[in-house]
């Protein structure tokens, strides 16, 4: 089992590192690296969480696995709404900034 999570967690870095490596002349994006590698983490997670559970009997079934799955869902709306409230407030404060701009 520490192998198994030992191999993820070195696969997550490998893929996390060269997400973040461009040859283009822009920086690397680290926010969109980062997010990336915490979406492999979780999916590996929860990969050895199911191999956990189904290889000392603790199975959820499927009613336990929906409720799981809606949990994440859930968790996944609330934080696309962030991501949009952030969005509307840049918005908001770059038409007031250009607003100001525009008056002065």
Known sequence: MKKFTLSALALVATLGLSACSSESDEGADFEQAGENAEEMMDNAANATEETWEEAT????????????????????????????????????DSMEEGYDEMTQ
């Open 57 to 92: 009997g603790q199975d959820e079934g499927v009613i336990g696995e929906m409720q799981e799955g809606a949990e994440n869902a859930g968790d996944e709306l609330e934080e696309a709404a962030d991501k949009v409230g952030d969005s509307m407030d840049e918005a908001a």
